[in-house]
C-alpha cells in the first residue's frame, strides 16, 4: 500500500454511497446504468440464452458500433454508422461517414423512428486502432423529455422522444496525436449535459440541455487522450470527477470551477471511466498498466494527502466495476481480474475460457455489470459470461448468439428483467421465458 492517507477518516465519514438500481426503475438511461455504477438489485433475469431461448426478439441494425444501448420508458435507443469504415478491405471515403441514432420500440423490437447525422469536416482516417471500435462509441444519454448524442466531430446532438431534432452543437474538430476517433459518453446533471470533449476540443464542456449553448467550459490542452466519461460523486457537496493523463481532477458541476485535483501515474491514454465507491474513485490504464484510488473531498492538489493506493495491474478498454469489497474487469485474452478495495492488491485473476471460434482476441472493450449478485461480461467475440460476482469469477452460464460473427463491443443495458445487448450487426432483448 503506498500514499496513506494524512486526513483523519473522520472527516470523511459523512461521504454518500452511490446506491445501485432498483429493478423497479424502467430506464437505464445513460453508459453505465442511470448512476453509472452498473450495478442491478433485485430483478428476475435470465441467465441462459441463445437465439431460440429467453431472446423474445432481436433486430438488425444497419451498421456497427461500439456503444451501448440504453433505455428510457417503452424505447431502446442505439447508435450506429455507416458509409465508411465499415469494410476494413474496402473502407470506402471518409466524406461519405454517417451516424445514425435508432429507437426501438422495447416490448417488440420494432425500429420506430431514426435520425442520421452527416460529418461535418473528414474523420479520423480507418486505420489503425480505430479499426478496433469505428465512429459510434459514444453511449448516448436520456431523460423523460429528451435523448442526447455525441458524435465527436459532428457535436452533440438533442432529440425529443419522438425523433424530432432539436439541436446541434459542436464541441471541436480536433483529433487527438493518435487519430483514434471519438469514445467518451455523455452525462446528465439538473439541466446541463456534461460532455469530456477532450479530443474534439481540448475541453470539458457543459450544455444547456433546453438548446445547447453553453453553460461553462473548462479548456486545457492537456484534456487530450482521454475518452473516459466523468462521474458525479456526492461529498456533501456534487463533484464532478474526470480522468485525464497524469491527473484526476473534481469540478463543481454548476458551473466548472476546479475543486481539487491529483497527480496520477497513468501518463498516457484514459479508456476507462472513473468508477467511485464511498467517496474513494478509482481509475485504471496506461501502456504501463497502472491503478489508482483516491479519496474525494479537499483543495488543491491532494496527491499527497488523499492517494489511497497505487498499484501495477494488467489494464484493460473497458470501465472496471466496484462490487462489494473488490473492484473487477475483463482484460486482453478474457484474463478477469479482482482487487481489494482498502489496497489495490490482487484477489485474485483467472482467464475465462469461451466457447466457440477465438475471434477478436483483445476482450475488454464492454465493461462489465452486475445484477443481483451476478457479473455479466460481453466478449467481442460474442460470448457472454455470466459469473458470480466473488473473486473466484466461478462462472454460473457461457451465452452465444449462433450465426452472429460480428463483434460485441457494448456494455449491456438492463431494466424491468430485461437486457439489451448490441453487436456490430444486431440488437438483442433477453427475458426470461422470452
Known amino acids: 500500500m503506498t500514499g496513506l492517507l494524512k486526513i483523519p477518516f473522520l472527516l470523511f465519514a459523512l461521504l454518500a454511497f452511490v446506491l445501485p438500481v432498483s429493478a423497479q ?8 446504468g442511470p448512476n453509472g455504477t452498473g450495478i442491478v438489485t433485485d430483478t428476475d433475469l435470465a441467465q441462459e440464452w441463445s437465439d ?15 456503444s451501448s444501448p440504453i433505455v428510457q420508458g417503452d424505447k431502446v435507443f442505439v447508435t450506429c454508422y455507416t458509409g465508411y469504415g465499415v469494410d476494413s478491405r474496402n473502407p470506402g471515403n471518409p466524406s461519405d461517414l454517417k451516424r445514425h441514432l435508432l429507437c426501438f420500440d422495447r416490448g417488440t423490437g420494432k425500429e420506430l423512428w431514426r435520425d442520421t ?42 432529440w425529443d422522444l419522438e425523433g424530432n431534432r432539436k439541436w446541434q452543437t459542436s464541441v471541436g474538430t480536433f483529433s487527438d496525436p493518435a487519430k483514434w476517433g471519438a469514445g467518451a459518453s455523455p452525462m446528465l446533471y439538473k439541466d446541463l449535459v456534461i460532455v469530456n470533449a477532450g479530443i474534439e476540443g481540448h475541453t470539458l464542456i457543459a450544455l444547456k440541455q433546453s438548446d445547447g449553448s453553453e453553460a461553462w467550459r473548462v479548456d486545457d490542452e492537456k484534456f487530450t487522450n482521454s475518452w473516459s466519461t466523468p462521474v458525479l460523486v456526492d461529498t456533501g457537496r456534487p463533484e464532478l470527477i474526470y480522468s485525464v493523463p497524469g491527473r484526476i481532477i473534481a469540478f463543481n458541476p454548476d ?43 479537499g483543495s488543491g492538489d491532494v496527491t499527497e494527502t488523499h492517494t489511497v493506493w497505487t498499484q501495477p495491474v494488467t489494464s484493460s478498454i473497458g470501465t472496471p466495476i466496484v462490487y462489494g469489497e473488490h473492484l473487477y474487469w475483463l482484460g486482453a485474452g478474457g484474463i478477469a481480474t479482482c482487487l481489494n478495495l482498502n489496497d489495490g492488491t490482487e484477489a485474485n485473476k483467472k482467464r475465462l475460457e469461451a466457447p466457440g471460434p477465438k475471434r477478436f482476441p483483445n476482450s475488454s472493450y464492454a465493461s462489465p455489470i452486475v445484477v443481483d449478485d451476478k457479473m455479466i461480461v460481453v466478449r467481442r467475440s460474442g460470448t457472454v459470461h455470466v459469473v458470480k460476482a466473488t473473486p473466484d469469477f466461478e462462472i454460473i452460464a ?18 424491468d428483467g430485461q437486457m439489451f445487448i448490441r453487436s456490430d450487426g444486431m440488437l438483442y432483448c433477453i427475458a426470461k421465458d422470452g
Open 25 to 32: 426503475d424502467s430506464n437505464w438511461n445513460r453508459f453505465r
Open 52 to 66: 431460440k431461448k429467453n431472446t423474445p426478439w432481436k433486430t438488425e441494425l444497419p451498421g456497427p458500433g461500439s
Open 117 to 158: 447525422i452527416d460529418s461535418v469536416v473528414d474523420e479520423d482516417e480507418y486505420r489503425g486502432f480505430i479499426t478496433d471500435h469505428g465512429y459510434a462509441s459514444s453511449t448516448p444519454v436520456s431523460n423523460d423529455e429528451l435523448v442526447f448524442g455525441f458524435f465527436g466531430k459532428s457535436g452533440v446532438v438533442a
Open 255 to 297: 458551473n466548472g470551477e476546479e475543486l481539487w485535483s491529483a497527480q496520477t501515474p497513468i501518463k498516457d491514454a484514459i479508456t476507462a471511466s472513473v468508477v467511485a465507491n464511498d467517496g474513494i474513485v478509482y481509475t485504471l490504464g496506461g501502456r504501463q498498466g497502472k491503478a489508482l484510488a483516491v479519496r474525494c473531498g
Open 398 to 415: 457461457d451465452n452465444v448468439f449462433e450465426g452472429d460473427e460480428s463483434r460485441f463491443s457494448g456494455t449491456p443495458a438492463v431494466a
